[in-house]
C-alpha cells in the first residue's frame, strides 16, 4: 500500500500547552481517510504542519515519499473549516484570481471554472458578490477554488457547513467522483455520519495524542461487543419466555407486539456461541430477525476515549 502522506511521531507545543504529542498517520493513496476527535484535540494543528502554516517541533512529514517542502503546496487543497473569501469582490473574479495563485493560468483557470460552476449549477453566479450569497452558496463557491488545480492531496475541515440535505448530498458525491479519480482526501469533521458514509480510513486524536487509528471496518471488528438483536414469533407468554431466556443470556430492549405475538429484544453473549443461541431461541419460537450489532463510528469515538481514561 502506498502513501501520499506519512506523518511520524509529530509534536507541537505552544508555549506550556502541547497541542500534539508524539502523533503519527500513514494516509493511503487514493483513500478518504477521518480525522477525528473533539475540540481541541491537534486536529487543526496537524492539518496546518500539513500546509506548512506551521512546523513540528519533532519528527517528520513525508508526502508522496519525499520530505515535505514548499513546493508540496501546489498540489494540496485546503477547505478550512473558517472560510477566506472576500465579501466584497464578485465571484468570477475570486475565484480566477485564487486559481492563479495555485498556478494556473488566466486562460485555464476561466475553462475549469466555467466547467465547475455548470456541474454545480452556479452558472448565473459569475458577477455576484460573495456578499450577496447565502452560507451554503458561498461554500459552493470555496469548495470549487479548493479543487481547481486538481490537487493530488485535498483536506476538507467540516465541508458540509452550510449547506442544505441536497446541497450536502451533491458535494459527497463530488468528494467520491474525485476520489474515483485518483485524488487522496483528508476528512475532518465531528459528524459521524458523514465518517460512516465517506471514510475508509479514520485516525482519533484527544487531548494532543493519537489513541486510535486504521479500516474503519477492522475498528469496527475490533469494538464489536457481541450484542445480537433478536426477533422471535411465539405462542407462549412473553415474560415466560424471557425469563426462561435470561436464565442463559442477558437480556435487554425488550418489546412485545401482542398483537401478531412478535417478541424482540437484545441478546449480550458472554461465554456461549452463536450455534447454541440459536438452538435456544428455535426451542422457544420462531425466529424471523437475528442480526449482530456492530458500533457506529460515533459510538466507537465515545467508547474509545473512555477507554484510554480520557473522559
Known sequence: MSSILVAENISKKFGEHTALSNVSINIPKNSIYGLLGPNGAGKTTLIRIINQITYPDQGQVLFDGEPLAPKHIA??????????????MKVGEQALYLAQ???????????????????LEIGDWWNKKIQELS???????????????????????????????I???????????????????????HRMESVEELCEYIALIHKSEKILDGKLKDIKREFKNNV???????????QEVLQKLQVDYRLSDSFYDSSDQQLSFSVKLEDSDTT?????????????HFEETIPSANDIFIQAIKSKGHE
Request: hydrophobic share 40%; net charge positive; glycine share 8%.
Open 228 to 238: 445480537y438483536k433478536i426477533g422471535l414469533q411465539i405462542s407462549a407468554d412473553a
Open 101 to 119: 495563485l495555485k498556478g494556473l493560468s488566466k486562460a485555464e483557470a476561466k475553462k475549469r471554472l466555467l466547467y465547475w460552476f455548470e456541474r
Open 276 to 288: 447454541t443461541l440459536l438452538r435456544n431461541l428455535n426451542g422457544v419460537g420462531n425466529l424471523y
Open 135 to 165: 452560507k451554503g452558496m458561498a461554500q459552493k463557491i470555496q469548495f470549487i477554488v479548493t479543487v481547481l488545480h486538481e490537487p493530488k492531496l485535498l483536506i476538507f475541515d467540516e465541508p458540509f457547513s452550510g449547506f442544505d440535505p
Open 75 to 88: 498540489t494540496i487543497g485546503y477547505l478550512p473549516e473558517e472560510r477566506g473569501l472576500y465579501k466584497s
Open 167 to 189: 446541497n450536502a448530498n451533491k458535494i459527497k458525491d463530488e468528494i467520491l467522483e474525485l476520489t474515483n479519480q485518483g485524488t487522496s482526501i483528508i476528512f475532518s469533521t
